[in-house]
């Protein structure tokens, strides 16, 4: 299995909501991101988790949440969102090692807006 | 402050010619160096990973040269078909698992 899941494909929201955005491998890989990705941008780097621990966070807005449950799973939880954080959500991981363990793989996205 | 640049933002070619996409970086120290596939509304696909002591990786009709020299890579697409358009993405990866992308480069290639 060498896919990455996310769920939801899509999410509406209004500012005021709670919600949570998944993704899941089974690939065995201990580095996990997300990323957020304008029209026509790269992806931003938000968050990194490395053997279930972040380790990286891009000052990003408190109204993002991220969760690491175990190493197979990330969450991203939200809340207070605003309209401009409407954006595609994309989580990856990516395993250290050699060959075709290194090879590092994106989920579909979660397309998000905020009303 | 760290830069990574891909040479411009849209290339077009006509098929059977060679694409060219050029990848530079600035106060970066990359571990590896990647190339990622992304068409529009989906995630990126990931194409060719080069290490810092590797001058050049080739699959099928792709090759990755990386000079860290002049702190460049190329990404070559020999005898490119229209199914080769999209935008392709340079990313550089640290030793601590941190991973930024360029700007991106939207190629077309004309039948």
């Known amino acids: 299995d060498t896919e990455v899941t996310q769920t939801p494909k899509h999410l509406v929201m209004g500012m005021t909501n709670k919600k949570s955005l998944k993704c899941e491998q089974h690939?065995?890989?201990?580095?996990m991101y997300w990323y957020k990705q304008k029209a026509k941008k790269p992806p931003e780097l938000m968050f990194v988790?490395?053997?279930?621990?972040?380790?990286i966070n891009e000052s990003v807005p408190s109204r993002f949440s991220p969760e690491c449950p175990n190493s197979s799973l990330l969450n991203l939880h939200l809340h207070a969102l605003q309209p401009e954080d409407s954006a595609l959500y994309l989580c990856?991981?990516?395993?250290?090692?050699?060959?075709?363990?290194?090879?590092?793989?994106f989920g579909p996205g979660t397309r998000l807006l905020v009303l | 402050s760290q830069k990574i640049e891909q040479n411009s933002e849209a290339l077009n070619i006509q098929e059977g010619k060679t694409a060219t996409l050029t990848c530079n970086y600035t106060?970066?120290?990359?571990?590896?160096l990647q190339w990622y596939r992304q068409d529009p509304g989906r995630g990126p696909v990931f194409l060719l990973l080069?290490?810092?002591?590797?001058k050049e990786k080739r699959k099928e009709r792709l090759k990755v040269t990386f000079d860290t020299t002049l702190k460049q890579s190329l990404f070559h697409i020999t005898a490119s078909q229209p199914a080769d358009s999209a935008t392709y993405l340079c990313?550089?990866?640290?030793?601590?698992?941190?991973?930024?992308f360029g700007a991106g480069t939207r190629l077309t290639v004309k039948p």
């Open positions: 990856a991981s990516r395993s250290r090692g050699q060959g075709p363990q290194e090879t590092q793989y």
């Open positions: 690939m065995g890989h201990r580095a």
């Open positions: 988790y490395s053997y279930e621990k972040l380790s």
């Open positions: 106060n970066y120290s990359p571990a590896y």
């Open positions: 080069i290490r810092e002591n590797e």
């Open positions: 990313a550089l990866v640290s030793n601590n698992n941190d991973m930024r």
